[in-house]
């Protein structure tokens, strides 16, 4: 890396960073307003709250990340233009392209790191903050552990319930093996069923059987419709079964193919899944965009335009993503094209432009 190419560069990252921290201190504010009456009604200590915002982190950044790209693209190269470095490197022969590779350079690298927190940081992350809120603040009771991608749950009277597989709409639950035990700890009564059904206000099993020890022997028989409230109702599986942000692509692309099985319609986390993949190259395609309008004021002096017009494509892009999220989800589009929808027009609106620029050159 060159000299001159270096100084683009870090002056690029150095703008990114601060604009980055800026966007998450007053999306921060913001957010400790909206909560702060249920932190002050839950009594919730300074170290709680700190440490709630502090795993909050990366799935605020996730959103922050394309906007920071897009502003330090403006405000980078609009530095330069201020005082008149473009000139001087276009008097010495460099030329815009060369100019843009630094820049275009750093955001690959952020659209890199923003898929790494997606995929290893933010799942971990939003799952920590979501447990210091509902049980370290909120003091809802853990009643589920997570092993071997299934869980395991207390049940009423002293009863253990492992689930391999909740619904998206948490209103069944597959491959139920219910165990009551007696205060000595030792098996009461095992159940063993295909679901367990919210019916009519309650949890029955569906497709069972119950084993009862007497003695040296074992009673078997149908557990059919009985009632086992495992949880109050299906809004209280909202700590246990995990969102999308919470999974990363290896686990959300087997929940998919577990909901398949299960024959239910897996668009709304299929959409999900690929927006993992697409998502992330949002920040390349912000700098790709931005950067020749950035230049444009060398030429025309069109600073103001050049902002105006870049600000009004990033909500284009939200606008796009949100779009193509709606139709995807209810099945008028194919999930992996909902997903790329925003990529896709941007892409070809980013090398219009660049090409456009070129040949104006």
């Known amino acids: 890396m060159t000299i001159l190419n270096r100084y683009i560069f870090m002056e690029f990252i150095r703008v990114f960073l601060v604009t980055l921290a800026g966007l998450l201190v007053v999306y921060l504010c913001v957010d400790f307003l909206q909560k702060a009456d249920d932190f002050i009604r839950y009594k919730a200590g ?3 709250v700190g440490a709630y915002f502090l795993y909050n982190l990366p799935s605020i ?19 330069l233009s201020r005082y008149n470095e473009i000139i001087a490197m276009r008097a010495g022969g460099v030329s815009i392209g060369r100019i843009m590779v630094p820049v275009l350079a750093g955001g690959l690298i952020i659209s890199v790191f923003g898929f790494v927190n997606n995929e290893l940081i933010m799942p971990v992350y939003a799952a920590r903050a979501n447990f210091i809120r509902n049980v370290e603040i909120e003091k809802k009771q853990q009643k589920v ?17 492992n689930i391999d597989f909740i619904s998206p709409d948490r209103d069944l639950m597959l491959g139920v093996n219910i165990f009551k035990l007696n205060p000595d700890f030792t098996l009461r009564q095992r159940i063993q069923a295909d679901s367990l059904v919210w019916e009519n206000g309650a949890w029955r099993l569906k497709g069972s059987r119950k084993f009862t020890p ?12 009985e009632i086992f409230n495992v949880v109050e109702s299906p809004g209280d599986l909202g700590m246990i079964v995990k969102r999308s942000e919470e999974m990363n692509f290896g686990e959300l692309w087997s929940y998919v193919s577990r909901l398949r099985t299960a024959g239910y ?5 299929e959409v999900d899944l690929y927006g993992k993949l697409a998502f992330p190259l949002s920040s390349l395609l912000m700098v790709m965009i931005a950067a020749p309008l950035s230049l444009q004021r060398v030429r025309s002096g069109g600073a103001g335009k050049g902002i105006a017009l870049a600000m009004l494509i990033a909500f284009a892009y939200w606008a796009l993503t949100s779009v193509g999220t709606a139709l995807g989800r209810s099945g008028a589009l194919a999930p992996i094209p909902a997903a790329w929808l925003a990529n896709i027009l941007f892409a070809g609106a980013s090398g219009y432009v660049l090409r456009r620029m070129h040949q104006e050159i």
């Open 46 to 48: 300074i170290a709680q």
């Open 61 to 79: 950044a996730t959103p922050s990340i394309p906007i920071a790209a897009l502003m330090a693209t403006l405000l980078s190269l609009g530095n």
């Open 145 to 161: 552990v997570f092993q071997q991608r299934r869980l395991w749950l207390r049940g009423p009277d002293n009863s253990i319930a």
């Open 214 to 225: 007497s003695g040296d022997a074992v009673i078997a028989g149908s557990a059919d419709g």
């Open 265 to 269: 319609k897996a668009a709304r986390y």
